[in-house]
T-cell receptor, first 116, second 114 residues
Framework: GAGVSQSPSNKVTEKGKDVELRCDPISGHTALYWYRQSLGQGLEFLIY????????KSGLPSDRFSAERTGGSVSTLTIQRTQQEDSAVYLC??????????????FGPGTRLTVL | GENVEQHPSTLSVQEGDSAVIKCTYSDSASNYFPWYKQELGKGPQLIID?????GEKKDQRIAVTLNKTAKHFSLHITETQPEDSAVYFCAALLGGGATNKLIFGTGTLLAVQP
């Protein structure tokens, strides 16, 4: 079946502009995660959605970052007033949500963001 | 803060040899440790995980060992093949489930030479 999809695959923007990154999770998965992967670094947790519960936003690096998940499915990560240090690959993952954090997380291919 | 250290950062082996990647963690409450494989241009994929109630888990050519006392865990790949070449990440669950955060290591680039 279809896996996690993300769009766009690549995004180049100018410093100061806003960007929106989209994630389509696997159908039926109630949990959704956003991570950031910088060059040569591991994955950095950003935000976690589980069903209708309030999201865990504790990983968002600043108030320029926000995320929404509409209808319990598609999610959008928004970065306002982008900075060069925001350049990274942004990865989305979804999981069934039956075992919480220890569910297998299925990752999308990521969006490579470059801020000039 | 809590962190996971991963070594080595790069590893080159001959096809058929074994590869070992080691990780240490700092949060003594961590009780779940997954390993991910990331191929070029793709997202990470879970290959094996271990929970703190066991010391070793094996799945065909892949095994993971856990030493909770020493707070380290390792990935072992036997009879390596060129298709094993990828970046491997270890991770530890922060707070033993009290949070929803996996803390990832910085990755190991494994190259299997044919």
């Amino acid at each position: 079946g279809a896996g996690v999809s993300q769009s766009p695959s690549n995004k180049v923007t100018e410093k100061g502009k806003d960007v929106e990154l989209r994630c389509d999770p696997i159908s039926g998965h109630t949990a959704l995660y956003w991570y950031r992967q910088s060059l040569g670094q591991g994955l950095e947790f950003l935000i976690y959605f589980q069903g209708n519960s309030a999201p865990d936003k504790s990983g968002l690096p600043s108030d320029r970052f926000s995320a929404e998940r509409t209808g319990g499915s598609v999610s959008t990560l928004t970065i306002q007033r982008t900075q060069q240090e925001d350049s990274a690959v942004y990865l989305c993952a979804s999981s069934p949500g039956t075992s919480g954090i220890t569910d297998t997380q299925y990752f999308g291919p990521g969006t490579r963001l470059t801020v000039l | 803060g809590e962190n996971v250290e991963q070594h080595p950062s790069t590893l080159s082996v001959q096809e058929g040899d074994s590869a070992v990647i080691k990780c240490t963690y700092s949060d003594s409450a961590s009780n779940y440790f997954p390993w991910y494989k990331q191929e070029l241009g793709k997202g990470p994929q879970l290959i094996i995980d271990i929970r703190s109630n066991v010391g070793e888990k094996k799945d065909q050519r892949i095994a993971v060992t856990l030493n909770k006392t020493a707070k380290h865990f390792s990935l072992h790949i036997t009879e390596t093949q060129p298709e094993d070449s990828a970046v491997y990440f270890c991770a530890a669950l922060l707070g033993g489930g009290a949070t929803n955060k996996l803390i990832f290591g910085t990755g190991t680039l494994l190259a299997v030479q044919p």
